[in-house]
Every structure is written in structure tokens, then in C-alpha cells.
T-cell receptor
């Protein structure tokens, strides 16, 4: 089925460990996004990539890095995990420009716990 | 600064009751507005969106929203809720220039059968 695929679905890390969250979309969308969802705070944008080869910071980029590997894939890396990064992470994609009006397509999320 | 605010954090209704969830935004320039729904254990899905034209927009599953520019509001409504509407609802604002969406804090709706 067409859509956004995130891996892994669940992960437990120890403080200081690193990991990469993977995201891939097969809809030929130009733009991709990483959000984190925390109770009472909604979704906050971490990083986004308006098109292949470009990345920009969102609202809460500290502690994260991203790579837009190609048009399909957009990964999020935690270099040294902290308990404050315990959250549910969503990847999303959309058409660029006016096309984004069709809305984002979201992945199913990664539930990350840092102990 | 750009922001989206949802007034109600947790709403409890009985089946067949009417629903209105508030959303206010602060956004410079031309704004596009969205409502997303997240059912338990699932990812976000688009309910409806407003870009221009008729300020009353209709979405899926009987939901509608009204854009009131003077009040910077985009409230979500449904005349009669069902138990299956139990979910978390997010209002979002963005512009086609950047493609970025700013989300509100979310409203958890619990519908009692």
C-alpha cells in the first residue's frame, strides 16, 4: 500500500545511546517532515525537508540531526539520547507548494523511550 | 510568532450530542487551515481543510468547520457524535509557501455510548 513507512515502531534506549529513525515514502512527494508528539503539546516540528537535498530546522531541532538520503527517504538521528526525548515520533510527507493542500500523509509513528 | 491554540483539552460527550471544538490561530500572511484526527493507536488522518472560498468547509464523517477571519478561528463541528468519534483532534495552520504545518495542542474527545 502506498504511504509513509517508519521503522522501528518501538524502541527503548539508554541515556547517551544513539539511534536513527527511518522514514520512507512511495508517493513521489517532494516534502518530508519529522514531528514529535507529547501529551498536551500536540505535534512539534523537529526538522523538515522541502525538497531533495535540502533540510531546515523546525520548532525543536536541538539534539537531532536529519538526512534526506534521496527523494524517498528522510531519517532522523539522535546522537546522544536524553530522557527528554522520550516521545512518539511521526514522519510525514506532502506535495510541495500548492499541492500540499492535499494534506500530509503520516507514518504510523515510532514510540521511543529513553531511560 | 505563528501559533495554533485549541481551547478544549478534554471533552466528554454522550452519543448524539453536538460537538464544537475551538481553534484559534496566529499566522502572518495567507493561511491554510486543517483539522486532523488521530484514532487510538493510529496515525493522523486529514478530516478537512480550508484554503479559500466558502468559509464553511465539509469534511469526512459528517464533520465541518467554519473559518471566521475576523476572529482568527477555525472551529470544528459535528451535529451528532458517535462512539466511534472518540479520538484526538488537532487543528493545524500553514502556508503553501513553506509547506510547514503548525499544530495545536490537541483535544481529546471521549464519546460515551
Amino acid at each position: 500500500n502506498a504511504g509513509v513507512t517508519q521503522t522501528p515502531k518501538f524502541q527503548v534506549l539508554k541515556t547517551g545511546q544513539s539511534m536513527t529513525l527511518q522514514c520512507a515514502q512511495d508517493m513521489n512527494h517532494n516534502s518530508m517532515y519529522w514531528y514529535r508528539q507529547d501529551p498536551g503539546m500536540g505535534l512539534r516540528l523537529i526538522y523538515y525537508s522541502a525538497s531533495e537535498g535540502t533540510t531546515d530546522k523546525g520548532e525543536v531541532p536541538n539534539g537531532y540531526n536529519v538526512s534526506r538520503l534521496n527523494k524517498r527517504e528522510f531519517s532522523l538521528r539522535l546522537e546522544s539520547a536524553a530522557p527528554s526525548q522520550t516521545s512518539v515520533y511521526f514522519c510525514a510527507s506532502s506535495e510541495a507548494g500548492q499541492g500540499y493542500g492535499y494534506g500530509y500523509t503520516f507514518g504510523s509513528g515510532t514510540r521511543l523511550t529513553v531511560v | 510568532a505563528q501559533s495554533v491554540s485549541q481551547h478544549n483539552h478534554h471533552v466528554i460527550l454522550s452519543e448524539a450530542a453536538s460537538l464544537e471544538l475551538g481553534c484559534n490561530y496566529s499566522y502572518g500572511g495567507t493561511v491554510n487551515l486543517f483539522w486532523y484526527v488521530q484514532y487510538p493507536g493510529q496515525h493522523l488522518q486529514l478530516l478537512l481543510k480550508y484554503f479559500s472560498g466558502d468559509p464553511l468547509v465539509k469534511g469526512i464523517k459528517g464533520f465541518e468547520a467554519e473559518f471566521i477571519k475576523s476572529k482568527f478561528s477555525f472551529n470544528l463541528r459535528k451535529p451528532s457524535v458517535q462512539w466511534s468519534d472518540t479520538a484526538e483532534y488537532f487543528c493545524a495552520a500553514g502556508s503553501s509557501n513553506t509547506g510547514k504545518l503548525i499544530f495545536g495542542q490537541g483535544t481529546t474527545l471521549q464519546v460515551k455510548p
